[in-house]
């Protein structure tokens, strides 16, 4: 069996109670990992002086995998996101994140099976920003109206958004070559292109580019964002891998969560050329952390995308299975799934819920 070694990022809130689970069910797998445990986000400040200290990057560059726990962010104010700051530093520009009807979790519809394949280093994410009334907001203003751009109001804040064509390349590549190795047949691309013509506008044009090249292959359509979410809502069906640019990809990753039963089920990763960092949809839900109820189910599901990824497939199948046979018996799930689906059932707490996972599997 070979042996690998991963760098675990527990993260924050309820990430050091679905990380602790994710590790239990990854061990009793059959995987053979071991774990490089790195710190990061708020409780590194006061001991590195930083949320994201260089020596967690350096061993994610060295092992060239990762699996990490939420990180919080502070809302308008505070540190920038360790998230971002991550996803850029290790040029991890590929978010893919698969959506799937799992029978039992509560979903409103039983045959979803898409892939979100999110661009995930520029747009308005790219963190380029000018705070209202500072001097590079105030230059902006001035260079808009002196090239007549058009009239910004003065008291405005301003949140940049660039689009590059080498960035929507590589992200529909990705998402075109994904749909080849696993066997799908489609390829949507979303963007809002009708009115953000310089940056949405690129990336369909790009999008078109490179799905010519697949021609024959993978079929490709492409949604205007708006269209895109209510087409889902009501027949989530007729999509299969969908590529994005930023934003949108991250709403739209909550909204299909919502459709196959929440936040707690959908899982994800952060994909690079050198390196991938797995993570879960969510973030570290302050409101329940510390209590033991928080559902592992996403970030166990995460952590069999990095099985597979890791070329063990047969340890990624069993977390898999046994996931799906927790959900269909439905005696031991947590309190977000027994709301979703509406049970008066008691809920199991996290601990109770990956007890059960790792006997049956
Ligand atoms: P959230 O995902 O943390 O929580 C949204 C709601 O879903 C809450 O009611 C929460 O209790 C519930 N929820 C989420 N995950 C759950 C789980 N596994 N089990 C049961 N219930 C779950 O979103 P938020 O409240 O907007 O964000 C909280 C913090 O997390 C913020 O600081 C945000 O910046 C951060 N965040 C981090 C990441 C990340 O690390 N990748 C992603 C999203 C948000």
Sequence with gaps: MTRHVVTLIPGDGIGVETSAAMQRVVDASGADIEWEVAPAGAECIESEGTPLPESTL??????????KGPIATPVAGGFRSVNVALRKALDLYNCLRPVRSLPG????????????VRENSEDLYAGIEFEQGSEGAGSIIDLCESLGAGSIRRDSGISIKPISVAGSRRIVRAAF?????????????????????HSDGLFLTVAREVAAEYEGRIAFDERIVDAFCMNLV???????????????????????????????IAPGANIGDDCAVFEAVHGSAPDIAG???????????????????????????????????VYADGSCLTGDIRWATGSKEPAASCTAFTDNLIEVM
């Design 105 to 116: 979790a509560g979903g409103r519809y039983e045959d979803v099976d898409l892939v979100i």
């Design 291 to 325: 209590q033991d109820k928080a559902n592992p189910t996403a970030e166990i599901l995460s952590a069999a995308m990095m099985l597979d990824h890791l070329g063990e497939q047969g340890a990624a199948s069993r977390i898999r299975e046994a996931v799906r046979r």
């Design 58 to 67: 350096e061993s994610i560059r060295k092992n060239g995998v990762a699996i």
């Design 177 to 197: 070559e994904y749909a080849l190795a696993q066997g799908r047949r489609k390829v949507t691309a979303v963007h809002k292109a009708n009115i953000m013509k």
């Design 234 to 264: 009501i027949e989530p069906g007729q999509f299969d891998v969908v590529v994005f640019p930023n934003l949108y990809g991250d709403i739209a990753s909550d909204l299909a969560a919502g459709l196959v039963g929440g936040l707690g």
